[in-house]
């Protein structure tokens, strides 16, 4: 299945509704039945098999995370730079 734009932000909308398959804060997280059932409902949405949602859940998440990290890693480094310069100028 070819994920259009469009169909990526209509299942990540399905996924905010579903906290089984990404809040790991939420009971029903460690639920794998709710899990199956949950990626089983949006596979059928989508007119597919549950096996191409779960590698597109997977692919998301890690997507995710990657820019998470690159962000923080951007924020790191410009707070270091903003130290360089307020201790060259000698205000701290």
């Known amino acids: 299945m070819l994920w259009s734009k469009e169909l990526v932000i209509e299942l990540i909308e399905m996924l905010k509704a579903a906290p089984a398959l990404w809040d790991i804060q939420s009971k029903e997280y460690r639920d794998r039945n709710l899990k199956f059932d949950e990626t089983s409902k949006i596979a059928s949405h989508f007119k597919t ?3 191409e949602v779960s590698r597109k859940i997977k692919s998301l998440k890690t997507q995710f ?9 951007k924020v790191k480094v410009e707070l270091l730079q903003f130290r360089k310069i307020i201790y060259g100028l000698g205000i701290i």
């Open 49 to 51: 098999n549950v096996d």
């Open 65 to 73: 995370s990657r820019e998470r990290k690159k962000m923080e890693k």
